[in-house]
Each structure stands twice: as C-alpha cells, then as structure tokens.
C-alpha cells in the first residue's frame, strides 16, 4: 500500500487477435520447416497473423472495449491509457489513436515500449499514477503487430511471432492487489534481440549526407535469450514474491511472456511450480511479445479458471534485454 493509503485492483480483462492464422503445415511451405520440428522445439502450432486492412490500433481497441465492459465502466471513465507496444502504428505512437478510437476524451495516453517485457512494465507504472493519487483508473494494453517485421525466410525467427492485443483495467481500491514486483534491464546483452534501425544513406548536399529512416526485420540468437530467460526468470519472480512477503507455495498461478513452452516448463521446474498452474496459449498464438501476457490472462479469466483473489506470479522477458515480474491478485 502507497503512503496515500490508496491500492490498486485489476479490475477487467480483454483481448483480440487478427482473423488469419498460419498454422504451422502451411508455414512449411513458406520455409524449410515441419509441424513436428517447430511443436518440438517451441510449442508452438499456428500464429494469427494481421492483414494491411488491421491495424495495431484495430485489435489494441477490440481488446480494451472488451476490458473497459468486463470492469462495468464506459471509456469515459478512464484517466489514462497506457499502450505497451514495439510495433505502433505511428513512430511518435499509437495510445492516442487508441484513445480517439474508443471515445475515451478524459484520458491522457502515451505507448510505452519495453518489448516483451511491456506489460509487465506498464502494469507497474499505471499503479504508481494511481498510488500517488493521480489517477484512479488506468487502461493498460499490450499488443504488437510482429509479422510487419519478420523475415519470413528466416526459419529461426518467422516461426516464433504472431500478432495480437490484450488489456486489463487497473483501478483504485482500498485494499491493494499489488502485492510486490522487481524490474530489470541489461543493455550489454542488447545485441542477442532486435528490431533495429537500419538508416540508408541520402545525399541530402554534395557535401552532406544523411540517414533515411528504415528498419531490418527481427534478428534474434535463441540461444543466448534462452539461456537468459531461464536464468533470470526465476530469479526476478523470487525476488517478487519476496517483496509480497510470500513463497512460492501462495502462487495459484504462473503466468509468463509466452515465447517458448521450453521456457515455461524450465522456469516452472525451477521454482517447482507444478504444470497445472503454469498459464500457456502459445500453441494458438506464438510469441505476441507486450501482448501475451494479457492476452493469456484473459482466456483464463474468462474461462473461469482465475477466481477474484486468486495470486498471480507474472513475468515478461525479452530485447532490451529487459525483464520483471509482478506479483498481484486478480480482482478487488
């Protein structure tokens, strides 16, 4: 709890995914690949994957009206959007868009891009506006459109991503469901994760040359961010929970950045976490990076998996390199 005496309670969830999927047959005709090699190796069998007519604002907008009704709430009553995103339809960014989009007109908006790890990123930002009596209602989504930059004849990164978004909305409450979280960063290990800026040179004057903005599509060393994630996963989750003053035998549920099964089982193993409460729809969607996360968390609550007070152990991973964890309870 804030010295304001005021919490925070996540009060709604939504999501959306672009219609098409590539499931993983057909992407073996695209790059030498099968549907056994990549099952095996990531867990994953098919992607939706966005076409020119849908736009990151289009889904980011479907899966915040479908958490703005779950709360009870109508977009007026939200303060402040927060978009966590790598992939804006924008460069200067996209929450703005979102904002006009759902006639929210007494929020303030701004993207935030921590890459995979941005929603984790954004849920503990959206509680400091709130603790600090800022803000009571905050709308936080995560979504990316990764397939605008995969290079789909590399078999290493285009089987991995997918698009999609997923939002919850945080309120004020009395009794706070925050209960701890520990965010990380290490730039010297930048280079194992990219969406870069490629600039190409423009002679603007005979004796000046510039830049032109352009970007290279996804490069990745899945070795080394495997290597990191179950690492530092459950590193960053045990320090977590120890903030909440708790164990790991009070999570009901484990709910990581879905990139690679082999991930989620490793980190579950690691903490001795049993499957049954390891949180996986990869196998659907892929690596959605900021949105994978909310996007898990809403097929569950929805299915009624996820019960009001049950503690849920968070965490998201990925470029930066960046990673966190939170550790809250679903409801007020």
């Not at 604002?57 to 303060?79: F, R």
């Not at 903030?243 to 009070?250: F, I, Q």
């Amino acid at each position: 709890m804030s010295q304001s005496g005021i919490g925070i309670a996540v009060t709604g969830s939504g999501s959306a995914v672009p219609i098409h999927s590539l499931d993983n047959d057909k992407l073996s005709q695209i790059v030498d690949t099968s549907d056994e090699w990549i099952a095996a190796r990531t867990g994953i069998r098919s992607r939706r994957l966005a076409t020119p007519e849908e736009s990151l604002t289009t889904i980011a907008s479907q899966a915040a009206q479908g958490a703005i009704a779950m709360a009870g709430l109508t977009p007026m009553d939200v303060d402040l959007i927060i978009l966590a995103t790598s992939t804006a339809d924008d460069l200067f960014g996209s929450a703005c868009q979102i904002q006009a989009e759902l006639g929210a007109q007494k929020a303030v908006a701004f993207d935030l891009t921590a890459a995979c790890s941005g929603f984790v990123f954004g849920l503990v930002t959206a509680a400091q506006f709130i603790r600090t009596g800022a803000y009571r209602t905050v709308l936080l989504i995560g979504a990316d459109v990764l397939s605008r930059w995969v290079d789909w004849s590399d078999r290493r990164t285009c089987i991995l991503f997918g698009d999609g978004a997923g939002a919850v909305v945080i309120q004020a409450n009395d009794r706070d469901r925050l209960l701890g979280f520990e965010l990380r960063s290490d730039g010297t290990q930048n280079q194992y994760l990219n969406l870069a800026c490629q600039p190409q040179p423009y002679d603007l004057l005979e004796d000046l040359t510039i830049g032109r903005g352009s970007f290279q599509p996804i490069t990745m060393n899945g070795q080394e961010v495997y290597r990191f994630a179950v690492r530092r996963v459950p590193e960053v989750i045990e320090k977590a929970l120890f903030r909440a003053n708790l164990t790991v035998e009070d999570v009901d549920w484990l709910l990581l950045h879905q990139a690679n099964q082999r991930i989620l089982d490793a980190v579950g193993e690691r903490l001795h976490i049993p499957a049954e409460k390891i949180i996986s729809n990869l196998a659907s969607y892929g690596n959605t990076s900021a949105a994978s996360i909310p996007l898990a968390l809403d097929e569950v609550v929805r299915s009624g998996k996820i019960q009001p007070g049950d503690t849920i152990a968070a965490s998201g991973f990925g470029a930066g390199l960046t990673w966190g964890a939170a550790v809250f309870q679903w409801g007020r």
